[in-house]
Antibody
């Protein structure tokens, strides 16, 4: 079955760029009517959707992060990635990647990756 | 942005008893064009990612036990566990996919009494 796995540095310095990759196994990132999303969760807190991309390369981002975030797809590697610039301690969180089941342009998430803790600290 | 407010924030229920979690949306998530509610429910156990329970508010995801049910329409939704089992201890979240940005409720922590 489809599985997702996040990878990247677990520690990023303030003002630098956070870069994560999500690798899909058990399926093709190019197939089906899906979007590919990043969601984050600060320790002990709730879930925040960051943004999404799809094979069409149309992206959507949450407004509060829009000026700092880029999500892109690499079909040759069956991966999608997240870049978040100018990070601060407030960006410390577990970052999840997830597949979105898209219907009429919108959808729900499943499966999710296991998550990766990213700490912003000098 | 659509705000989802869950109640209660935490809940303690005895084994075998019913647990009910509410999710209220700041605006409708019902599309007249297809008669569907754009709302999902997730279960998150400690140290794990969220797991999809329901989509379209009441469509149970494959493999989810039938003691779980989802209901509601428009702005008011409910997740019900008819007979609580020990493995149901988790935080539960609702999520709207009616509009971008997608948003989640703040979560409801379910414990055993």
């Amino acid at each position: 079955q489809v599985q997702l796995q996040e990878s990247g540095p677990g520690l990023v310095k303030p003002s630098q760029t956070l870069s994560l990759t999500c690798t899909l196994s058990g399926g093709s990132i190019s197939s089906g009517n899906y979007h590919w999303s990043w969601i984050r969760q600060p320790a002990g807190k709730g879930l925040e959707w960051i943004g999404r991309t799809s094979i069409t390369e149309i992206t959507n981002y949450t407004p509060s992060l829009q000026t700092r975030v880029t999500i892109s797809l690499d079909t040759s590697k069956n991966q999608f990635s997240l870049r978040l610039s100018s990070v601060t301690a407030a960006d410390t969180a577990v970052y999840y990647c997830a597949r979105e089941w898209t219907h009429s342009g919108f959808g729900w998430f499943g499966p999710w990756g296991q998550g990766i803790l990213v700490t912003v600290s000098s | 942005d659509i705000v989802l407010t869950q109640s209660p924030d935490s809940l303690a229920v005895s084994l075998g008893e019913r647990a009910t979690i509410d999710c209220k949306s700041s605006q409708t998530v019902f599309y007249n064009s297809n008669n569907k509610n754009y709302l999902a429910w997730y279960q998150q156990k400690p140290g794990q990612p969220p797991k999809l329970l329901f989509y379209w508010a009441s469509n149970r995801e494959s493999g989810v036990p039938d003691r779980f049910s989802g209901s509601g329409s428009g702005t008011d939704f409910t997740l019900t566990i008819s007979s609580l089992q020990a493995e149901d201890v988790a935080v539960y979240y609702c999520q709207q996919y009616y509009s971008i940005p997608y948003t989640f409720g703040q979560g409801t922590k379910l414990e055993i009494k």
